[in-house]
């Protein structure tokens, strides 16, 4: 067998680099070069690049594989960029119910709805989607990998009209209601005007342990203290899994129940149905303000239909917590 690139990959400084000494996702990503590299210098019985280039026959198209497959392995070994991982990479990792891309949103939205010419590569690593894993082994929380998209009108996915949306495929699979009531806020900003648009994120299926019970935040003056609080259940939740506080973020309310109604329509589908719904006994209380100035919380997804309420600040129960999103190290180190 050809020996690996990392001993015989022209001009490189691979050489001085030690395939243990790179982080694990790198190392994984270059690994995977390095195998379809071999398969090249051994289909022309080559033992490097120099020997392959004098193989008379030598096709222009593995010419260019591997020149490119050897600029991109010199890319991660030296400089760490790596390509964006794939759906099926994603599914490995998280498994299948817990990742949910184009297939899924379609079903749930309507074949031909997502323009994959806008749906960007999944951000996140591959150690970053293992730390999932980690996360519910030390606190029982699990996260779903989830596409959000835009209208079909490449404005905004409003609450309003995805409840149009979602309502007509869940009365198709008989799961009753997706939102109990809007005559309460069918004209609030949150439901009209504020929507998803094209992004990856990791959502929490449950509220974080300790959020429950707890009022939303502290201000100088309150009379309880920062302990009392969801923020302080959230800056413990980062501490503990050793996750950056910015990293972590409410997701929006809609956010929340485009999420929530996604993973049970696709539970229904692949023959679920006596599974849970993701917050059929628990509220998420977002950072989102309704015009009366509450906090807007969603929760109680039964099938009479998901509440959509809100509170003060300083509101407190048993069954109201906090889900979290939770942003690729690229991201939260950029903002």
Not at 269 to 288: A, C, F, M, Q
């Amino acid at each position: 067998m050809p020996p690996n690139p990392f001993e015989t990959a022209p001009n490189l400084a691979t050489s001085h680099i030690r395939r243990q000494d790179l982080p694990t996702h790198v190392r994984r990503h270059a690994d995977k070069l390095a195998a379809q590299i071999r398969e090249v210098y051994a289909k022309y019985g080559a033992h490097n690049f120099e020997e392959l280039k004098e193989n008379k026959k030598l096709s222009a198209q593995d010419a260019r594989k591997v020149a490119d497959l050897l600029k991109a392995f010199q890319k991660a070994v030296e400089k760490h960029e790596i390509e964006a991982i794939s759906s099926q990479e994603a599914i490995e990792i998280l498994g299948r119910e817990n990742v949910h891309g184009i297939e899924d949103v379609e079903a749930m939205l309507g074949d031909g709805f997502v323009d994959e010419s806008k749906v960007p590569p999944i951000p996140y690593t591959p150690d970053e989607l293992e730390k999932s894993k980690e996360i519910k082994e030390k606190t029982g929380v699990e996260e779903m990998l989830v596409l959000f998209v835009a209208d079909k009108d490449g404005k905004p996915l409003t609450g309003e009209r995805m409840n149009e949306l979602i309502q007509a495929e869940y009365s198709k699979l008989g799961l009753g209601k997706f939102l109990l009531s809007v005559d309460f806020y069918k004209n609030e900003d949150f439901f009209k005007k504020l929507g998803l648009s094209y992004e990856w994120k990791l959502i929490t299926k449950q509220t974080i342990p300790e959020s429950k019970n707890k009022r939303h935040h502290y201000e100088v003056g309150d009379a309880y203290t920062h302990q009392d609080t969801q923020e302080f259940a959230i800056e413990e939740y980062a501490k503990k899994l050793d996750i950056p506080r910015d990293s972590l973020h409410r997701p929006e309310p809609f956010q929340m129940l485009y999420a929530t109604a996604l993973h049970w329509i696709m539970k229904r589908l692949n023959g679920k149905v006596r599974d849970e719904r993701i917050l059929e006994y628990e509220y998420h209380w977002s950072d989102i303000r309704s015009s009366d100035r509450k906090l807007v919380l969603v929760g109680r997804a039964d099938p009479v239909g998901v509440h959509v309420d809100g509170a003060t600040r300083d509101y407190q129960h048993v069954h109201v917590g906090v889900c979290v999103s939770r942003e690729p190290s690229s991201k939260s180190s950029d903002t």
